[in-house]
């Protein structure tokens, strides 16, 4: 099968399991309901908000379904470029501490009684500050490899702000905010609306920007540093620029949805089965792979039980086993 075709048919899958996710939930809705209330408003005759029906479909499902897509797709191809950058299969965004650095700006902004767009505001900031002190830290180390000093660098910070956030928690009404924080950390799609993705987007399109556009110098990167540089790279630059990228567009997803792990490892390596180590075929499958495997988790969160299973303890549940037969197989080989 070509590259175009798998691309093709990931989108028809994308598609058929986002009309599928529209029908299914504690509501049903019938296809004829679908149909009708999408030809209204097409036909820009308005949406019938004293249907329930309608109401459910344009204001809850198809805003959790859009966040579904964009956000698997921002963490999957941030996941592939984190990948392509350290040679190893087994990273993820988490190893900078980009979620820890969110979960604590979020868990302050919860414990302090903030609005949710100032929590947003806050995971976003915490994310990025994070990775800063990570990049910071690795760049004064006297260490002969860069990628050493920022796990390193990644793991300790990470720590850090984890401890952060098992303070904030002790600290908090256990009647009120507690649950909260717990939730958040957790992660979903649940509190998701429109305007929360059409704010997220921005920053994602500026953090892909230069990941689309640079993709072919991620295929330098996979070489030793010493033959990229030979062939024209500037590699610091370069890993540093897609740092900065996949950092930014972690952030945008994290304030918005909450903690939602292993998507950024489990994806890119199932997409990298599909079309080898390639990135600029990889880039597009994996963002598509991510969208589609969002798409499917989270239908599944809101339908197997009576009561909403956090997304993050499903994406856990897939991507731990996942990531320990990567480990028996030897991930760090390419």
Same mark, same amino acid.
């Given at each position: ?49 004293? $249907? ?39 990273? $993820? ?31 976003? $900031? ?162 598509? $792979? ?45």
């Amino acid at each position: 099968m070509s590259n175009r075709s798998r691309i093709l048919l990931l989108l028809g899958l994308l598609i058929l399991a986002s009309l599928v996710s529209l029908l299914v939930g504690q509501h049903d809705i019938s296809p004829a309901t679908i149909v009708r209330s999408m030809g209204r408003s097409l036909a820009d005759l308005g949406v019938d908000m004293s $249907s329930g029906d309608d109401v459910v479909l344009w204001k809850i499902r198809l805003p959790r379904i859009l966040a579904a897509v964009v956000v698997g797709a921002a963490l999957s191809v941030a996941g592939t470029a984190y990948q392509g950058m350290f040679r190893n299969p087994l990273v $993820s965004p988490d190893i900078l501490g980009v979620s820890a650095g969110a979960g604590l700006g979020a868990v302050l902004a919860i414990y302090l009684d903030f609005s949710v767009r100032v929590t947003q505001l806050f995971a976003f $900031s915490g994310g990025l500050l994070a990775v800063t002190l990570v990049c910071a830290v690795a760049w004064c180390a006297r260490t002969r490899s860069l990628i050493l000093a920022l796990v390193l660098s990644g793991v300790a910070v990470g720590s850090l702000f984890a401890s952060g956030i098992s303070l904030i928690k002790i600290l908090s009404d256990p009647h009120s905010q507690l649950s909260s924080i717990t939730f958040w950390l957790l992660g979903g799609l649940n509190t998701i609306g429109a305007d929360d993705v059409l704010g997220a987007l921005p920053w994602i399109t500026l953090a892909l920007a230069p990941l689309v556009l640079l993709r072919w110098r991620m295929n330098l990167l996979s070489f030793e540093d010493d033959e990229a540089r030979a062939m024209g790279v500037d590699v610091t630059r370069t890993r540093i620029a897609f740092i900065v990228a996949a950092t930014l567009m972690t952030s945008a997803v994290v304030a918005i949805s909450g903690v939602i792990g292993w998507v950024g490892l489990v994806v890119p390596h199932m997409a990298r089965f599909l079309t080898g180590p390639d990135f600029r075929i990889l880039l597009p499958v994996s963002m598509l $792979s991510g969208a589609l495997f969002l798409v499917v988790t989270d239908t599944a969160a809101r339908t197997v039980a009576p009561v909403e299973i956090p997304l993050g303890i499903l994406t856990a549940f897939i991507g731990v086993p996942f990531f320990l037969v990567l480990l028996v197989r030897g991930g760090d080989r390419r």
